[in-house]
């Protein structure tokens, strides 16, 4: 009897690679795990070694993965952090680190001057998302402006997923969503690189191919199967950006599905038939031919309760959400603006500040730790107003992520945002969504498959709805009232 046949799904992420093996039925039947560096080698940068930590972390995973399928392999799909770049020769032999995506904002004065040359309304509506630290455009004028070396020699620039996909199938090629990440140089409406705005900014060096993440888009060639061990002429499927590989392995597949990721920081990623183009979200192509996204992101979330918990000596985190369950609604008259690192969606301030305002010397830290997971859940109502405002309203929240396993989180933001949630059974990650994309890209599986069965539900508790409608009003207020203090305190710690 023949063994079952079985789909590789590998992502790499900020700090590891995650990788597993799973059934055409969803079944997981082996997982690996690879931890790596980040590197800041200046304020500012953010890098990754791609030789060092992408392809040895492939490596890695490989080594422990490959051994356990028993040559039933039956394809391939790889996803990673993004939008990022790595310049890399004819031979995919990396020129210098990879620069990393929004948290590396080295780019500044390139964004400013594409904006100028281009006009910054024009780029919102050609490319569905204003040019940010998250843009691709600006790192790749940066690096032919500031080493000119390096881009004399470039023959191809990847992103971590493409980078691994030249290196198992020697195809230079990047799926489409990446793509739309990549402002300017993508058009939403041709679905396709803005041919005359990306030469401007690329100069001589070529554009990848494009396809959509579930598609085939080569064979594992006789290098990569001697590197990897997998099996030569294995499919490869083109992989994406990894947050929404995650958002399809929880099916968030259909127009007003929306994944809410609870994480060191927060990232919301929409469905969506039809949006608008709106300065403070992400309008992108969508993982599945035809489809749109919408997609925000908080500066911090679990990081900002992570900071608390240093400060209250590193107190079990359990007591804590404990003394915060103790606090009630609106944490004895405490409202927090959760701009300790900046802040993303849908403000884009990197000088934005935190804040907490109505201290006492009567409040405890359970006060505290309540007011930030709270500030959170206002970030959050903030964004999806912002969703609403672009023309799609979120119909079903699916939660992932480390923090939904505190129930009080997930509580504390489904009564400020009146939403109920789902949690599903199986939240691997982005690399079980890897998983299912090669499923249904080789055709083991039909294209509306969907592994996902949900654990629990999450309900708003309507009893809280109008206090918790007054303090977002306070939230609101409190930051149009602190924001040129936050500023300039901004300025004076720089």
């Known amino acids: 009897m023949s063994e079952p046949l079985l789909l590789l799904g590998i992502d790499i992420g900020t700090s590891s690679a995650k990788g597993l093996l799973a059934t055409p ?239 060191s920081t927060m990232f919301l990623v929409e469905v969506a038939e039809a949006a608008e183009p709106h300065p403070g979200l992400w309008l992108t192509a969508g993982v599945e031919p035809g489809s749109l996204s919408l997609a925000a992101g908080m500066a911090t979330s679990g990081s900002l309760a992570a900071w608390l918990r240093s400060l209250a000596g590193g107190v079990d985190y359990g007591q804590l959400v404990a003394e915060a369950a103790d606090s009630p609604v609106g944490a004895r008259g405490l409202v927090a603006l959760p701009y300790f690192a900046g802040e993303r969606s849908p403000l884009f301030d990197p000088d934005a500040r935190g804040v907490i305002a109505g201290l006492t010397i009567a409040h405890t830290r359970g006060d505290l730790f309540r007011a930030v997971y709270e500030a959170i859940g206002y970030g959050i109502r903030h964004i999806l107003e912002t969703f609403a405002a672009a023309g799609a309203t979120p119909q079903r929240i699916v939660a992932v992520g480390g923090g939904t396993r505190d129930d009080l989180w997930t509580r504390v933001v489904s009564d400020i945002c009146r939403l109920r949630q789902t949690v599903p059974e199986q939240t691997i990650g982005a690399c079980y969504g890897d998983a299912l994309l090669a499923a249904i890209g080789t055709g083991l599986v039909a294209a509306r498959t969907d592994w996902t069965r949900a654990r629990s539900e999450v309900a708003p508790n309507d009893a809280n709805a109008d206090a918790y409608d007054e303090l977002y009003d306070l939230y609101r207020r409190l930051h149009g009232a602190t924001s040129e203090i936050q500023h300039a305190l901004s300025a004076l710690g720089s």
């Open 25 to 263: 039925d969803g079944e997981v039947v082996a997982t690996a795990v690879h931890e790596h560096a980040l590197s800041l080698p200046r304020p500012g940068w953010a890098e990754h070694d791609a030789e060092d930590v992408w392809w040895q972390g492939i490596l890695a995973l490989c080594g422990e993965l490959v051994p356990a399928a028993g040559g039933a392999l039956a394809g391939v799909c790889v996803s990673g952090i993004g939008p990022c770049v790595v310049p890399c020769d004819a031979s995919v032999k990396p020129l210098r680190p990879a620069i990393l995506y929004g948290i590396d904002t080295r780019a500044t004065a390139e964004i400013a001057e594409l904006e100028d040359r281009f006009g910054a309304d024009a780029i919102l509506a050609r490319g569905g998302s204003v040019l940010s630290s998250q843009a691709l455009g600006p790192k790749l004028l940066w690096l032919r402006r500031h080493e000119p070396d390096v881009w004399s020699r470039t023959a191809a620039w990847h992103m971590a997923s493409s980078f691994v996909v030249a290196r198992l199938t020697g195809e230079y090629v990047l799926d489409r969503h990446s793509a739309s990440q990549c402002d300017p140089l993508y058009d939403m409406a041709a679905e396709d690189w803005a041919a005359d705005w990306a030469s401007e900014v690329c100069g001589d060096v070529p554009l990848p191919s494009l396809a959509w993440p579930g598609e085939i888009v080569g064979a594992v060639h006789a290098a990569g199967a001697q590197a990897t061990g997998i099996p030569a002429g294995t499919p490869v499927m083109a992989g994406t950006i990894d947050a929404w590989a995650e958002a399809f392995s929880v099916g968030v597949r259909r127009p007003g599905d929306l994944m809410l990721m609870y994480g």
